[in-house]
């Protein structure tokens, strides 16, 4: 197994991820020009958690997007359908309640979560709107959730500067880096593919979230959707 392909069968994308775990964080650094911690921080900021408050982290791969939660206090549960980025997790940070879970069928009650966040995961899952509606079934009313992905600039001429690099520079770089560059080539292809920013709005709307609002980052290279659940 090499990379998934766009159907985005669950078995293939766990199987790539899997393959990739142990350099992945890594990898994301590089690739991303070290702006991945900055992406980061805003998801922090935009989740804004407090203590006692219960935070899902969809797609925590290893847990390190989980930890800025802990340290303000919340309670966090990092949630990945990989098992293979959960076993590197558990070896890095023993504490974490890391879950196996697949993101369609979340194994936990309703109404729980004062927040459910996923960064550059959604676009992995085979049924985008199926995951949003279990987003918000888990958590509380009065809850929010916040996504961060990767998106489309909004200034042409920076879109095709950016789009060169995903299809041409991003590969070469991640054949340096990581353990399983083809699985990079399947990632460059699902942001292309991906809905921009209005359209994700609309697939938030959808599936039953309200007071749905986003903002750019790096000129739109990622977008932070943002949503309450009434």
Known sequence: MNRAS??????????????????????????????DRRWRR????????????????????????????????????PCDFSLGMLSVGKARHPWLPLTAGDATRLPFRDDVFDAVTISFGL?????????????????????????????????????????EYLMRALPPVARAVSSNPDAYVYLAESIQAWPDQPAFAGLLQKAGWSKVAWRDLSGGIVALHRATKV
């Open 42 to 77: 805003e998801v922090t900021r935009a989740v804004d958690p407090r203590p006692g408050q219960r935070v899902l982290d969809i797609a925590a791969g290893t847990g390190t997007s989980s930890l800025p939660f802990t340290e303000a206090g919340a309670y966090v549960v």
């Open 6 to 35: 766009l159907d985005k069968q669950p078995h293939d994308v766990a199987a790539m991820f899997d393959d990739v775990a142990k350099n992945y964080d890594l990898t994301n650094d590089v690739l991303s020009l070290g702006q």
């Open 123 to 163: 676009r992995n899952v085979q049924d985008t709107e199926g995951a949003l509606r279990e987003m918000l079934r888990v958590t509380k009313p009065g809850g929010r959730i916040v996504v961060c992905e990767f998106s489309h600039p909004t200034w042409a001429p920076f879109r095709t500067v950016y789009e």
